[in-house]
């Protein structure tokens, strides 16, 4: 019998008060900029980009990312103005502070050493973290529109991560499989 395996990812994700004004920008990309690839998911912050995983180890799967989750605490996130990774992304740029930096690095290393969870592009790029708004379906002539549009206008927010989300692909979009709060709080 054949092994079914479903996508999936970690990420950080906001409260709703963030959450709502990020949907909001994601909206008036999808509406100004024919961009709406972004709303197939809630706001949130990659920290273990996607991956294949046999759906009937998710217990294994679930119990790592609890063990992992519990050791870690609270920390502060800025999402400060836009980014690009031109020519087809545009997202909130996060603050990259040594807490989030050591979560990123801590759960890479982890996912790797428990659970064979390799992503290659991991290995040879600098993590970039961020919110994304649109891409994929963000023509390139759009991109430069909404670039000029975006690249000075400011945006200030704040949150405090206090635990991860487990995402699963269900065929058309991300859900959100399971939540892990962190044990400690500072």
């Keep these: 019998m054949g092994q079914s395996k479903r996508l999936l990812f970690v990420a950080l994700v906001p409260p709703e008060s963030i959450q709502?004004?990020?949907?909001?920008?994601k909206e008036y990309f999808a509406n100004q900029y024919n961009s709406s690839h972004a709303l197939n998911s809630l706001p949130?912050?990659?920290?273990?980009?996607?991956?294949?995983?046999?759906t009937e180890n998710l217990?294994?799967?679930?119990?790592?990312?609890?063990?992992?989750a519990q050791n870690?605490?609270?920390?502060?996130?800025?999402?400060?103005?836009?980014?690009?990774?031109?020519?087809?992304?545009?997202?909130?740029?996060?603050?990259?502070t040594p807490e989030l930096?050591?979560?990123?690095?801590?759960?890479?290393?982890f996912t790797e050493t428990t659970l064979a969870i390799v992503h290659p592009p991991s290995k040879i790029r600098p993590f970039s973290p961020h919110v994304?708004?649109?891409?994929?379906?963000?023509?390139?002539?759009?991109?430069?529109?909404?670039?000029?549009?975006?690249r000075e206008r400011s945006l200030d927010l704040?949150?405090?991560?206090?635990?991860l989300t487990l995402f699963?692909?269900?065929?058309?979009?991300?859900?959100?499989?399971?939540?892990?709060?962190?044990l400690s709080t500072n």
């Design 132 to 150: 994304t708004l649109a891409f994929r379906d963000l023509t390139k002539q759009n991109f430069r529109v909404a670039w000029l549009e975006f």
């Design 44 to 54: 949130h912050i990659t920290l273990q980009p996607p991956f294949k995983w046999p």
């Design 20 to 25: 709502n004004p990020v949907t909001k920008i």
């Design 168 to 182: 699963i692909h269900n065929g058309k979009r991300w859900d959100i499989y399971n939540e892990f709060p962190f």
């Design 101 to 109: 930096l050591k979560i990123q690095q801590d759960l890479i290393g």
């Design 72 to 96: 870690c605490s609270d920390f502060p996130i800025t999402l400060s103005g836009f980014g690009a990774f031109p020519p087809r992304v545009i997202y909130i740029n996060v603050l990259k």
């Design 158 to 163: 704040e949150f405090t991560a206090s635990q």
């Design 59 to 68: 217990t294994l799967l679930q119990k790592s990312l609890q063990t992992f």
